[in-house]
Structure formats: structure tokens, C-alpha cells
């Protein structure tokens, strides 16, 4: 595995490649979600890029940016190991500069949900996707559906913009007790890891309602409420896969979302039905 640190010497060293790409951007960290991630671009492609890269314009005032979980070593390992290629690590002063061209999250969508909570937040995942996928030029890029509203907006940009790449969702993965993978996890105590459960259990609770022919979103929503009590709860919505609203599910057209706080952690999770 060959690790490289700036963008210009990663763009050199791909000039004249000219076969398939898989990328997998990410901030670290890395689980067993990441790692399904990499094992879809070995799958489908000759050579498989990751980055890590904790992206600094993504993070509010006040959020997590500098206790970020940060573990590169371990990182590397878990890339060599997974057969990665090639694994970017760039330092945030070669990807910014002081005075940037902006990409802006879409005002509608990329304003509700997650980005109604953490205004702006997608300007700067979108704006560091748009980098990452300048510099590696991949035929494929792997994102996780765990984060769908992120998803949704990267293959917007990526259709919007008349992007020459794949953009590939892959599902999410969790622990055996349901909680989805996060590297936000590890800010969880034994006590809140129990109360988390709620999220993936809530996500359950719309499943079986729905399996008995449950379709009305309000009637779901309000069960799911019911299991997430009493943790703070930042959006709980059921929508079509274009991400509007909807008053009946559809199956195949359907996502279920779920953001919460447990202890000092957001937490989400979604299932696609
Ligand atoms: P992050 O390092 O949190 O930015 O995540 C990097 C990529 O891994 C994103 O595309 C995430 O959606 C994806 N990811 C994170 N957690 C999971 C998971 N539990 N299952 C599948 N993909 C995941």
C-alpha cells in the first residue's frame, strides 16, 4: 500500500492510469462500516483509493472537530490489511486555502434533517467530496447509506454537475445488538450505548408495522417517538427516496430517518424499505 500525502503528488501518480478506480473518502476511524466500503471497491474495481481525511469545513462552531476519534496507525493497518491501494492522507492546508471557491448545499434539501440542526455543515462535505473526487478521479465512489441525506446530496451534486463518476451506496452495517457502526460511538458510556439501542429499535418498530400493512407515516412516526422516549430527538421522518415527504409508504420508495442525541452524542440512523 503506497500512502500519500498531497493532493499534486497523488494527481502525478494517477496521470496516466487508466483503468478502473474505486474511492472510498473517510474521516478515520475506521470500523467495520468503513471496511465494507473498501471490500465493495476491491470487489468492482483494479485499483482502490481511500482517504482519510477529517474535514475541518463540515464541523459547526462548537462541534466535535478537535476531539474527533483520531486513530492513524491503527487506520493504516485496517487499509493495508483490507487491501487498499493507495490511502490519501492529506493535512487540511493542502486541501483549503485561505480564500475558496464556495460549493453550497442545495437550500432546500440540504437544509432540513441533519441540515437543519447543522446549517451549513453539508456545504462542507459536499465542498470536500467535490475535492476529493477532482483529485482521484475514481470510476466508483462508495458512500454509506447510514448517512442519507449525505448521499442523497452527493449524487445530486455529482448530476448537477455533469460528474464523470459512480456514485455507490452501500448498507449500513451495525453491531450485533443493532446499533449502527459510527466512529461517534466510542463518546458512548455503557449507560448510553443501552439507551442508543432506542434508535435501531425505533427503526424495527416501523418495520414490523409495516410488514402488517401499516402505511400511514403519521401513525409510524408516532410508535417510533413512543420507543425513542425520553432521549432528545432531532428529527424522526419517513420519506420517498428523493427525499420528499410523503403521507403513505411506499415500499422501494422509501426511507425511514432518525436523528437523536444520547448523552453528549448525535446519533442517526435509517432503513430503506
Ligand atoms: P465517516 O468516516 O464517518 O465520514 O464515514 C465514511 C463513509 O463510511 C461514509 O460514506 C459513511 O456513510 C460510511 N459509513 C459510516 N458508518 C457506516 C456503517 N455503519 N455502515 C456503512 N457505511 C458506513
Known sequence: MKIISTPIELKEYLKNFNKTIGFVPTMGALHEGHITLIKEARKANE???VSIFVNPTQFLKGEDLDKYPRKDEADKKICELSGVDILFFPDASSI???DEVSILAPNVRGFVLEGFSRPGHFSGVLTVVMKLLNIVNPTKAYFGKKDAQQLNLIALMVKQYFMNVEIVGVDTVRDSDGLALSSRNVYLSTKDRKEA??????????????????VNVENIIKEMRE?????????????????????????GNTVILVEAKVGDTRLLDNIWL
Open 47 to 49: 485499483l482502490v483509493v
Open 96 to 98: 483549503y486555502s485561505k
Open 197 to 214: 439501542l432506542k434508535i435501531s429499535s425505533s427503526l424495527q418498530t416501523a418495520a414490523k408495522m409495516i410488514l402488517k400493512d401499516v
Open 227 to 251: 420507543v425513542l422516549n425520553p432521549l432528545e430527538i432531532f428529527y424522526v421522518e419517513i420519506l420517498n427516496l428523493d427525499f420528499e415527504i410523503i403521507k403513505e409508504v411506499e415500499l
